[in-house]
């Protein structure tokens, strides 16, 4: 199971820090990423970070967002940094059996296990 917590709204450069409580598999096997989906749009990725806490995002974030786990205690993290309009979505943490996310790591199907997502709204 996984449950996102830490939505909200924001102004525009402001910041917001998503957090994702897992439970129910060995979190410390799983790479893990972080996806969102804007009204209207696909779901798309936003970044992973491997089991060895080696993050990587995707360009429009990147300088931005930064991911960290603490696979002691099976939770993500999301720090959004200088927020735009435009990161306005519902995130969601999801979880993809191996050590390492890859380079298909944006690729929804191989991930195992999503969370119910979290909205944030920037304005």
């Known amino acids: 199971q996984l449950v996102e917590s830490g939505g909200g709204s924001a102004e525009s450069g402001g910041s917001l820090k998503l957090s994702c409580t897992t439970s129910g598999f060995t979190y410390s096997n799983y790479c893990m990423g972080w996806f969102r989906q804007a009204a209207g749009k696909e779901r798309e990725g936003v970044g992973y970070i491997d089991s060895d806490g080696v993050p990587d995002y995707t360009d429009s974030v990147k300088g931005r967002f930064t991911i960290s786990r603490v696979n002691a205690n099976h939770t993500l993290f999301l720090q959004m940094n200088s927020l735009k309009a435009e990161d306005s979505a519902v995130y969601y943490c999801?979880?993809?059996?191996?050590?390492?996310?890859?380079?298909?790591?944006?690729?929804?199907?191989?991930?195992?296990?999503w969370g119910q997502g979290t909205q944030v709204t920037v304005s």
């Open positions: 999801a979880a993809a059996w191996g050590l390492r996310c890859g380079r298909n790591w944006h690729q929804q199907s191989r991930y195992n296990y």
